[in-house]
Structures are given as C-alpha cells and as structure tokens.
C-alpha cells in the first residue's frame, strides 16, 4: 500500500512541476486582458501619429541634413523592405500583446510613451532631415506613401529603429519568460535586424540614425526592464 501511495504522491508532484508548454502560455497571455490591449494600442498609435505630424510640420527651428557614411552606400535601395519597413506597427504590438499584468501593461506605456516623447523632443528643438538620394523613385511605386507621408524628416534618432529594438527587447525578456525555443529567439532577434536594414534600404533613414536610434532604445529598455524587475516578479 505505501508504495502505491509514494508512487501516486510522486505523479501528482511531477504533474505540477512540468510547465506549461510554451506555446500554451503564449495563447493564455494572448488572451488575457485582450480587449484592453487592442483598445489601448490603437489609442496609443492615434495620439502618437497625431504628435508625431505635427513635430513633422512644425519644427522649432531650420531642418540640419543628416551626413551620409560610406556605410550608407553598402545597403542598396530594396522594394522587398517596404513590407519590413511597414510591419513595424505589428512588430511593436507584440510585446503589449504578451503582458499577463494589468501592471506590467501600464509600466510598457509609460515606458514606450517616454521613448517616443524623448525623441519627439529632439525632433522639434534639433530637426534633422535625410539628404536627397539619387534614386528615380517611380521605380518603386510601393514605397510612395511612406515618401509623401514621412517625407524623409524627423530622421535622428530614428523612432522606428528605437521603437524597433526596445520591442526586441522586451519581446525577447517575454519569450525566454514562457520558455519558448531558442530558434523563435533568435527570430526575433533577426527580425529586428531586418527592421533595422529596411530603414536605410528605403532611405528613409542613414547609417547615422540608425545607430542613435538603437543608443536610444537600448537605453530604454534596459531602464524599463530593470524597473519591471524591480516592481513585479511576472510580466
């Protein structure tokens, strides 16, 4: 009889120490309080879109020419990374789409708002520009809208490569969080790197503010996971 009782006490313990598979707890974090991420998201890409064209248009001072590196003459212009240019509104809702905590959600907007106010600021008391590039851009039908919209401005720091890699990060602390495998880590990784490739390939970036752009969210990211992990054990 005693055995029989260890042999069910040590399934039962076995039961409850095996995690959950990864894929699992994605779903679950998915699920969770989805609502109020979606809702939050767009409210949060309205406001930033509304400020972000009007530091566009409205500069504090003259626009200075961002300098060209012989760095940028090495990245060819490439229809195929306006469809990677473009999923970075997707990219950076991945992260608030995996948060488990209603606290967690809100330390990311804080988080990611101070980002893009940090950047929004130096974008209308330093505004930068790219320099025209010599590039016949009828040949590229695809990448007519971001021209016209964008127009090239609000260059240094890049806020789509420091909105890039401070998802990244984030997106990697959450991945390593429910175990995922080593190769979904490592697209994330890639993923990012291709955001960061396509910024200069459509030329709405140079090298330069590529790599302000990842000074800046790198920076962020550090300081807002290291607050996460101060303030809450699970995000």
Same mark, same amino acid.
């Given at each position: 009889m005693l055995p029989f009782v260890i042999l069910i006490a040590t399934g039962l313990l076995m039961e409850h120490l095996d995690?959950?598979?990864?894929?699992?707890?994605? %779903?679950?974090?998915?699920?969770?309080?989805?609502?109020?991420?979606?809702?939050?998201? !767009?409210? %949060? !890409?309205?406001v930033f879109f509304a400020a972000y064209f009007a530091v566009l248009q409205h500069p504090l001072f003259p626009t200075f020419s961002m300098p060209l590196t012989p760095f940028d003459t090495w990245v060819p212009v490439s229809?195929?990374? %306006?469809?990677?240019?473009?999923?970075?509104?997707?990219?950076? +809702?991945? =992260? =608030?789409?995996?948060?488990?905590? %209603?606290? +967690?959600? $809100? !330390?990311?907007?804080?988080?990611?708002?101070?980002?893009?106010?940090?950047?929004?600021?130096?974008?209308?008391?330093?505004?930068?520009?790219?320099? =025209? $590039?010599?590039?016949?851009? +009828?040949?590229?039908?695809? !990448?007519?809208?971001?021209?016209?919209?964008?127009?090239?401005?609000? $260059?240094?720091? +890049?806020?789509?490569?420091?909105?890039?890699v401070f998802s990244a990060c984030w997106l990697g602390r959450l991945l390593r969080a429910v175990l995922a495998p080593a190769w979904l880590i490592r697209l994330n990784v890639f993923y990012c790197l291709a955001i960061l490739w396509s910024t200069v390939a459509t030329r709405q970036h140079v090298v330069l503010d590529v790599l302000a752009g990842i000074l800046v969210g790198g920076g962020f990211a550090l300081l807002s996971l290291r607050h996460a992990g101060r303030v809450t054990a699970e995000i």
């Amino acid at each position: 009889m005693l055995p029989f009782v260890i042999l069910i006490a040590t399934g039962l313990l076995m039961e409850h120490l095996d995690p959950i598979p990864w894929y699992r707890q994605i %779903f679950r974090r998915l699920t969770t309080l989805w609502w109020l991420k979606a809702c939050g998201t !767009m409210a %949060f !890409m309205g406001v930033f879109f509304a400020a972000y064209f009007a530091v566009l248009q409205h500069p504090l001072f003259p626009t200075f020419s961002m300098p060209l590196t012989p760095f940028d003459t090495w990245v060819p212009v490439s229809a195929k990374a %306006f469809p990677v240019y473009a999923s970075l509104w997707v990219y950076v +809702s991945l =992260p =608030p789409a995996l948060l488990l905590r %209603f606290r +967690s959600l $809100a !330390m990311f907007g804080l988080w990611i708002g101070a980002l893009c106010l940090f950047c929004l600021g130096i974008f209308w008391l330093l505004p930068t520009v790219v320099p =025209p $590039a010599d590039v016949d851009w +009828s040949l590229y039908p695809e !990448m007519a809208m971001i021209k016209g919209l964008d127009a090239a401005g609000n $260059a240094c720091p +890049s806020l789509h490569v420091a909105s890039a890699v401070f998802s990244a990060c984030w997106l990697g602390r959450l991945l390593r969080a429910v175990l995922a495998p080593a190769w979904l880590i490592r697209l994330n990784v890639f993923y990012c790197l291709a955001i960061l490739w396509s910024t200069v390939a459509t030329r709405q970036h140079v090298v330069l503010d590529v790599l302000a752009g990842i000074l800046v969210g790198g920076g962020f990211a550090l300081l807002s996971l290291r607050h996460a992990g101060r303030v809450t054990a699970e995000i």
